[in-house]
């Protein structure tokens, strides 16, 4: 299983950002996580959660900080888990990476101990 994260750039305060995430299976098989996190990480804090989507019921879940500015979605015919942020501010600026709880999965998406699988990581940067 492969993730491939892309999106990230600089960027303004108050501008918007859509990251992806695709979710490639072994020889090209399709895989069907359990949920899909993003998480994000600077020099100075740990790696922490941002938002998580469950692959079959579509649940979704929000770090407090991103509530109301960011919005996990998936396409299933793409495979892709998307993470739109709006109304940036300087203090989203991390590497965001997107990781995958593979089935049977967990009960608690926010913890990044959880999954199992995880991107390169993409570098978003904001500027004041």
């Known amino acids: 299983v492969q993730l491939q994260a892309s999106g990230g750039g600089l960027v303004q305060a108050g501008d918007s950002l859509r990251l992806s995430c695709v979710v490639s299976?072994?020889?090209?098989?399709?895989?069907?996580?359990?949920?899909v996190g993003w998480f994000r990480q600077t020099p100075e804090k740990e790696r922490e959660f941002v938002a998580a989507?469950?692959?079959?019921?579509?649940?979704?879940f929000y770090a407090d900080s991103v509530k109301e500015r960011f919005t996990i979605s998936r396409d299933n015919a793409k495979n892709t888990v998307y993470l739109q942020m709006n109304s940036l501010k300087p203090e989203d600026t991390a590497v965001y990476y997107c990781?995958?709880?593979?089935?049977?999965?967990?009960?608690?998406?926010?913890?990044?101990?959880?999954?199992?699988?995880w991107g390169q990581g993409t570098l978003v940067t904001v500027s004041s």
């Open positions: 990781a995958v709880d593979s089935p049977p999965g967990g009960s608690s998406p926010r913890n990044r101990y959880e999954y199992d699988l």
């Open positions: 299976g072994a020889s090209g098989r399709t895989f069907m996580p359990y949920a």
């Open positions: 989507i469950r692959w079959t019921s579509y649940m979704t």
